[in-house]
């Protein structure tokens, strides 16, 4: 009994610990899922308030992409709870398939031994001990009885403890069962939300496309957001320089005790200064000519090429900061090479958009992206999936620039020849 006593009480703080740093995660969850629930609610209001007859289609379309976005966002939220949810099922589900082979074989032994003293009584162990052929004997049978009664006392606690532990861990599974069907129907319910705000903004897409008003409007903000992108590029260019200033000082420091560790091997042959390895790196400059396309199919229009463009009947000048490749919406973004996640943004004109730091003052910027897969400061490897293209008012596009340090590079005079 002291023995199951002190596992008990090993088990049981790991166990609550445990619990407590889950409680914790469920709630840090459960707070992420709420904040994404009301922002929801709020662009909802917002879209079915009265000011919306007072405001323009395209910011009409602006809130759509916005809340589709959060929609997004909700819906993966959810996805991954639901396989945390699954993988504790499955967890759960084995643990009580362990302990009902456990009680099973417990109550078993419990049982033949209940059956046994039916059938021969207290009076068997008078007779086993009565029948002993010497003192010696007599003790030992007496020690074995005592000690076979102590386990049967031990079974039927331990019997006692498994079936308890049994039952939290089928009310566990209740409730993680109970929690995975709200779980399916929440994501059920956004993933119809989210087919329906698509449906929205396809419909406002086509309003804008035969309003030449309107059209006029969202070309005019398609060169206010090349501006806001290009303001984006020099702020990163501003954190860069400074990054580098830092990491020239560290390096100066790193130097000078290289140096000094240099001195001391002179006066000090057991000191062996380590050799200075760098790891080669494919510079992206090197890549002008051989680099990937941003998806895997997909063709530039005329209009969509770099440069400036007169549109044919509005006769509106938009200057094009990179290329517009036009391609099937949702299709696979990938990262045209290795990098890093230096900004995430929504940019009225330009929707979501996602900007990478491809080393040595390169930047390659994609935009018009339905969902993003990665999070800021992120490490991103060549071809790797990063996002998935959306629609614009031109269709279906994915929008993507090259830039060095501050000037806008024609993306076509980069990409591999297709």
């Keep these: 009994m002291s023995r199951l006593f002190l596992i008990l009480l090993v088990i049981m703080p790991l166990a609550a610990s445990a619990q407590q740093r889950g409680e914790k995660e469920i709630k840090k969850k459960e707070k992420e899922l709420q904040k994404l629930r009301s922002d929801i609610q709020l662009y909802e209001a917002k879209l079915h308030s009265s000011e919306v007859r007072e405001k323009s289609t395209l910011d009409v379309l602006d809130d759509l992409e916005t809340q589709s976005d959060l929609i997004r966002k909700l819906i993966k939220s959810l996805k991954e709870e639901e396989s945390d949810i699954t993988d504790e099922i499955r967890r759960t589900k084995g643990s009580v398939a362990t302990l009902e082979r456990q009680l099973q074989q417990l109550r078993s032994h419990y049982a033949g031994y209940v059956q046994s003293i039916y059938k021969h009584g207290r009076v068997y162990d008078l007779e086993l001990l009565f029948s002993s052929n010497s003192v010696n004997q007599l003790y030992i049978r007496i020690e ?34 109970s929690s995975e069907r709200q779980l399916l129907s929440e994501k059920t319910r956004e993933e119809r939300n989210l087919k329906e705000k698509l449906a929205d903004k396809k419909s406002i897409l086509r309003k804008i496309r035969k309003n030449k008003g309107i059209y006029r409007k969202a070309l005019a903000r398609k060169n206010a957001a090349a501006d806001q992108v290009e303001q984006l590029i020099a702020d990163l260019i501003v954190k860069e320089e400074k990054r580098k200033q830092q990491e020239a000082a560290a390096e100066r420091g790193r130097m000078l005790a290289d ?160």
């Design 144 to 177: 074995y009885l005592k000690k076979f009664s102590e386990q049967r006392v031990k079974d039927l606690a331990e019997i006692q403890q498994k079936k308890s532990a049994l039952e939290i861990e089928n009310e566990q599974l209740e409730s993680s069962l």
């Design 259 to 418: 140096a000094r560790e240099r001195e001391n091997a002179k006066n000090d042959p057991s000191i062996s200064p380590g050799p200075n390895i760098k790891t080669p790196f494919l510079e992206f400059e090197q890549l002008k000519g051989r680099l990937r396309w941003p998806v895997a199919s997909g063709t530039i229009s005329k209009e969509g090429k770099f440069g400036k463009h007169v549109h044919p009947d509005l006769k509106t000048v938009t200057q094009n900061t990179g290329i517009d490749i036009q391609t099937r919406a949702g299709s696979n973004v990938f990262a045209v090479a290795d990098g890093e996640v230096a900004a995430l943004s929504f940019i009225p004109g330009f929707g979501n958009i996602l900007i990478l730091n491809n080393y040595s003052g390169f930047h390659t910027v994609y935009a018009h992206l339905s969902d993003i897969n990665v999070s800021k400061s992120d490490k991103v490897t060549e071809g790797q999936v990063v996002a998935h293209s959306g629609e614009s008012v031109d269709g279906s596009v994915l929008h993507f620039e090259i830039w060095k340090e501050r000037d806008k590079l024609n993306p076509e005079s980069w990409l591999i020849k297709r």
